[in-house]
C-alpha cells in the first residue's frame, strides 16, 4: 500500500469521528417557552428580574455592582442538550429586557459543556449552546448584531467536583457584557 493511500485513508478516518462527534450533538430545535413561567431551581433572579445583584442601571454594572455575574442571568441545560429549558425563558426574557433597555451595550454568550466528553465534542455542544441562546434573544427582539457567540467547552468549570451536583453547574450559557464602541 502507498504511502499516499494510506494517509488518505487516515484523513478519512478522522474525518468520519469528526462528523460523528458532531452528528451525536442533540439535533433538537429550542422548545418554544411559555411566557409568565416561574424560574424553580433555575438562576437566581433579583427581585426585579434581573440577573443576580439586583439594581439594573448600566452605572450599576460599570460600578461592578453586579459581581463576577454581571447583570445577566446564566441559563443551565440537560446533559448532552443544547435546547433552551422551559425554566429558563423567564431567564432569558430578563437578560432581554436589560439589553432592551441598555442598546449601547454588546453581550457574548460563552457556551459551556461538564467534562464528560472529548475536548471537540464539548467545543461543538458548547458552541450549539451558545447559538440556541443567541437566536432566542433574537426573537425577543435584541439585534442580532449585539451578540456573538463562543463555545469554552469544558475548559472554563465553574465546579470541579467529579459529580452530577457539579456538572450541572458546568453545563450553562454566560452572558459576558460589555459597551458597544462604535
Request: net charge negative; hydrophobic share 30%; proline share 3%.
Amino acid at each position: 500500500m502507498s504511502s499516499h493511500s494510506t494517509l488518505a485513508k487516515a484523513m478519512a478516518i478522522v474525518s468520519v469521528g469528526v462528523m460523528l462527534a458532531i452528528a451525536g450533538c442533540s439535533s433538537k430545535k429550542p422548545a418554544p417557552i411559555n411566557g409568565g413561567e416561574n424560574n424553580p431551581g433555575g438562576s437566581q433572579l433579583g427581585e426585579n428580574g434581573v440577573g443576580k445583584g439586583g439594581g439594573n442601571s448600566l452605572e450599576d454594572w460599570k460600578n461592578g455592582k453586579f459581581g463576577a455575574q454581571g447583570p445577566l442571568s446564566d441559563i443551565h441545560f440537560a446533559y448532552n442538550e443544547y435546547t433552551i429549558q422551559e425554566q429558563d425563558g423567564s431567564v432569558l426574557k430578563s437578560n432581554a429586557s436589560w439589553l432592551q433597555a441598555h442598546p449601547q451595550t454588546r453581550v457574548q454568550v460563552e457556551g459551556h459543556c461538564d467534562e464528560r466528553g472529548s475536548e471537540e465534542y464539548n467545543i461543538a455542544l458548547g458552541a450549539k449552546r451558545a447559538q440556541a441562546a443567541k437566536d432566542y434573544l433574537v426573537t425577543l427582539g435584541i439585534g442580532g448584531s449585539r451578540i456573538s457567540t463562543i463555545s469554552y467547552g469544558k475548559e472554563l468549570p465553574l465546579c470541579t467536583e467529579h459529580d452530577e451536583s457539579c456538572w450541572s453547574q458546568n453545563r450553562r450559557d454566560h452572558f459576558a457584557v460589555s459597551e458597544n464602541k462604535e
